[in-house]
């Protein structure tokens, strides 16, 4: 049955540079784009991956196309992208298609294991994720240099990061830690760079020693070298394990490091009692004695396995008076879930030490059922020494205290505390004691795993010998060591902290997940891993030689994998691989472009070493090119624009006002600076930043010079800076012009980076051009010719023919003889010597006739609209680069060139 009349959609398709109304069909409304484009039967091949379609002026981005229904009446337009999108070069440097792949880091969560690679990445992590800035470049030299050269200087766009960036997560050659929307990094030809943490370091305490463990990472495969720790190399260490994996398929998971945190270096002291200076057993707030008591200091539990507490005692425990009398400080912590008021007492602790030196004692919360293991206590004067679930209030009725109870999971039946001679008959359960370290297990039944909130304070430090481990008495009597006495009327504390040593401080908390961090211990590729163990040492340094895989071209191909300097190599490597979220279809890739650009950077020794994070695409291929003194080609095939001597080029195309209008130029009226000041990490000393000066040739030594600073990313040895250095800065003065013009679309024969000519008398005085519309013969030989428009001509005396040099009209013109330059049907160009007299004219008569002999096809090679195009001889037409090719509305194009500028690059 046919849909009803004003149910229906319409899909139009015009080809490029087609006229008329285009093809058209009618689907009933409310069908996808998707579907309507599957249709249409008449759209070319390539269109899934050139096309675009819009409604209503909008366009629709393709991955939208199928949840896009039309209503009755609407028009969805297909068409192909020209050139690079409408945007072209530099008009369209915001409007980049493609982005680097970068991996961004959520914060640790349990549960996030679904998105694949690393256990606590979201799902912000997948394949294509944008971690793009639209920054503005300045208007300085370098600007205007990064803005309008044909090969901008590789340069950053974008000023320093600011610190919130930073803080953002950006890792760098310099700094570590990989935060919340951070960057994976990757490193292009060689570099040494510093992976960030994929997850914070984990310190673990075993004894007097301390061993952290870290999985570092770069955002593709990388061929790895030395790993070195704050410059030391890491074979040099016997304290230090290193595994690597260089992120290809095959390779087996890391085992060096099993497991990940959340880890919080917090340096909070635990409070004291507050006491007077002059009388350090009175409570300092005699009136509201609460206010000079310990206090809860709270923490937060991420989702975890474990939460650990590391403590710190700067000097131990001690008393200046008597100095091997052990000491002891009670402890008590809480728990509770996140977001409740409900607060879980654990047992108290017990911690003694006899020394004034530095101890790191743990307390390890394990949320998991108890292990069939049998208590174990100290037998040494130091360390955690008992545990207690009960502990009575003072009875003292002038200073009263509550009874201290821990949660019933911490309950068995028998008598007494946890300590040592009493591990059996102990009433306390779920709690551990081995010197150093307290593990207390949480019963899953009633603290499941999640987020919680835990709090701990610290009581008063007596002697271990006061202390009666039965009863929980202190010499006899009940004494709350967080609470106070009373003497007479004073309120005091259970003893004096004068010549006492007994800080404590949480140095850091962790939240422990017993996982892989890696793909869950299953072998992963795509990533770079760097798995580390150290022991009493720091990871926050760790620096690796590195350098991204990537095929390489073999003078036929881009194949195989290694790493490369070669910008040829990175070119293809940003363009065509998965590092690019959305790679180049193979048919708009221009092999052989990239392959000469490869091998041009061969023979000419250009290398790109560059570290890439979280950048733009289009910035990222303008540095690698501006190292190879180039720049990308966009457009229907993509390729590379190199700059080199064309003195033995021809001319593809030339435009005149016969086929081209609108001839504008822009000048950049930028102070051109004396020298630059260059910025640039050098390869010869550990890629520390350096500077070096260079200056523009003939003005070293000038008075009161002008500099500027310039910054290179990818150059890496100061023989390549210099001569980089004066090629930006002759740029300024041999290519300071930009000249743009419209052309018709059915006019076109050339494409960007190809050398054209413009004859124009905005360019050249001396510049005329019309259409050929008849030729004078004689004797088989052509004489003269006849164009379409009238043209200024010369035919000056030299200068030593002049009689009167005085009475001379045109002195600048002196021995000015016009030239001709014809474009001929075949596409073809032929130049020719005027012989006419001063004076404007359309017959056009040739200095040396030029026999007319007929193509193979009877006619003969000049016919009637030919371009013909007069000037000073060896410059009928100014020579240019075309950098930039806009299409416009109307089947035009915008078209924009630079200065030729022989000599300015070396072939």
């Not at 139009?12 to 540079?17: G, L, T, Y």
């Not at 004067?381 to 003072?394: H, R, S, T």
């Not at 070669?566 to 708009?588: C, E, H, K, S, Y």
């Not at 494409?751 to 008849?774: K, T």
């Amino acid at each position: 049955m046919n849909a009803m009349p004003g149910k229906m959609v319409t899909g139009v398709w015009r080809p490029p540079f087609a006229e008329g109304p285009g093809q058209a069909l009618e689907c009933p409304a409310g069908i996808n784009l998707q579907t309507l484009a599957s249709r249409m039967e008449f759209l070319p091949p390539d269109f899934v991956d050139q096309g675009e379609i819009s409604v209503g002026g909008t366009l629709i981005p393709q991955n939208y196309w199928r949840h896009v229904r039309l209503k009755a009446g609407q028009v969805a337009r297909f068409h192909l992208r020209l050139g690079d999108g409408g945007g072209g070069g530099g008009n369209g440097s915001g409007k980049a298609v493609l982005a680097i792949v970068v991996a961004i880091a959520t914060v640790l969560t349990a549960g996030a294991a679904a998105a694949g690679a690393f256990s606590f990445l979201g799902a912000s992590f997948a394949a294509g994720g944008l971690g793009a800035t639209l920054l503005s470049a300045g208007i300085s030299v370098v600007g205007s240099l990064i803005g309008r050269a044909l090969s901008a200087p590789p340069s950053p766009v974008e000023p320093t990061a600011t610190p919130g960036e930073r803080e953002r997560g950006a890792a760098s050659l310099d700094a570590n830690v990989l935060a919340a929307g951070g960057y994976l990094p990757a490193a292009l030809g060689t570099r040494l760079i510093a992976p960030p943490a994929i997850s914070k370091p984990l310190v673990e305490r075993i004894g007097d020693d301390e061993f952290v463990e870290a999985v570092f990472a770069l955002g593709v495969p990388h061929g790895l070298g030395k790993v070195s720790f704050a410059g030391v190399p890491a074979e040099d260490a016997d304290d230090i394990e290193i595994q690597t994996r260089s992120g290809l398929p095959g390779e087996p998971p890391l085992t060096l490091v099993a497991r990940y945190s959340h880890t919080s270096n917090q340096s909070i002291e635990l409070s004291a009692h507050g006491v007077n200076d002059d009388a350090q057993d009175e409570l300092k707030n005699q009136d509201q004695p609460d206010k000079s008591l310990p206090v809860w200091h709270r923490f937060p539990i991420a989702q975890c396995d474990e939460f650990w507490f590391d403590l710190t005692m700067p000097e131990g425990f001690a008393d200046g008076v008597n100095q091997n009398i052990a000491q002891v400080v009670p402890m008590r912590l809480r728990i509770r879930p996140l977001g409740t008021d409900t607060w879980f007492n654990v047992p108290e602790l017990m911690y003694a030490a006899a020394k004034l030196r530095n101890v790191k004692p743990t307390i390890r919360f394990q949320f998991s059922e108890h292990p069939p293991i049998s208590a174990k206590v100290t037998t040494s004067n130091e360390g955690f020494v008992a545990a207690y679930i009960a502990v009575d209030g003072q009875t003292d009725i002038n200073a009263p205290s509550a009874d201290f109870a821990a949660h019933g999971s911490f309950v068995k039946a028998g008598s007494g505390g946890l300590y040592d001679g009493n591990e059996g008959p102990s009433t306390v359960t779920g709690v551990h004691l081995d010197g150093q370290t307290a593990d207390i297990w949480l019963d899953p039944a009633i603290f499941p795993q999640g987020r919680y909130e835990a709090e701990m304070k610290r009581g008063a430090m007596i002697p271990l010998s006061w202390l009666d481990k039965d009863n929980h008495e202190i010499n006899g009597s009940l004494v709350d060591l967080f609470h106070y006495q009373i003497s007479g009327s004073t309120k005091v504390m259970a003893r004096s902290r004068g010549d006492l040593a007994d800080r404590i401080f949480v140095q850091r908390t962790a939240s422990v997940v017993n996982q892989h961090p890696v793909n869950n211990g299953e072998p992963i590729s795509g990533y770079a891993l760097i798995a580390v163990r150290a022991r009493n040492r720091s990871v926050q340094d760790v620096k690796v030689e590195a350098g991204a895989l990537m095929p390489k071209w073999d003078g036929n191909a881009f194949t195989g994998l290694g790493t490369s300097s070669n910008p040829g190599d990175q070119m293809n490597f940003i363009l065509q691989t998965d590092i690019n979220a959305r790679p180049l279809p193979p048919r708009v890739f221009e092999t052989a472009s990239f392959g000469a650009f490869a091998e041009r950077c061969t023979a000419q020794g250009f290398t790109c070493d560059l570290i890439i994070e979280g950048a733009r695409v289009d910035d990222v291929l303008r540095r690698i090119t501006g190292c190879g003194y180039a720049r990308p080609r966009r457009g229907a095939l993509w390729g590379v624009i190199t700059d080199r001597d064309r003195s033995n080029e021809d001319n593809i195309q030339v435009f005149s006002p016969r086929n081209s209008s609108g001839l504008t130029w822009q000048k950049s009226f930028s102070e051109v600076p004396d020298a630059f000041i260059v910025t640039f990490r050098d390869a010869a000393d550990q890629y520390r930043r350096r500077e070096i000066t260079v200056w523009r040739p003939g003005r070293e030594g000038v008075a009161n010079p002008k500099f500027e600073n310039i910054e290179y990313q990818g150059l890496v040895y100061e023989a390549d800076i210099i001569p980089r250095a004066i090629y930006d800065l002759r740029q300024m003065t041999e290519r300071s012009v930009i000249w743009t013009w419209a052309a018709p679309a059915e006019s076109l024969r050339c494409r960007r980076g190809e050398m054209i000519g413009i004859n124009h008398d905005q360019v050249e005085e001396e510049h005329g051009s019309g259409r050929l519309e008849a030729i004078v013969i004689a004797n088989q030989q052509m004489t003269a010719m006849y164009i379409d428009q009238k043209v200024q001509l010369f035919n000056e005396a030299r200068p030593r023919d002049v009689v009167s040099p005085a009475a001379s009209e045109r002195p600048l013109k002196w021995g000015l003889q016009s030239g001709l330059e014809i474009r001929r049907s075949d596409g073809t160009f032929s130049t020719h010597l005027l012989a006419n007299e001063t004076g404007i004219t359309n017959r056009l008569v040739l200095a040396a006739p030029e026999e007319v002999v007929p193509m193979a096809d009877g006619q003969l090679p000049l016919r009637k609209g030919d371009l013909c195009l007069v000037g000073k001889p060896g410059n009928v037409t100014k020579r240019m680069i075309l950098v930039d090719m806009d299409w416009r509305n109307g089947l035009t194009c915008t078209l924009a060139g630079v200065d030729e500028a022989q000599g300015l690059m070396a072939a």
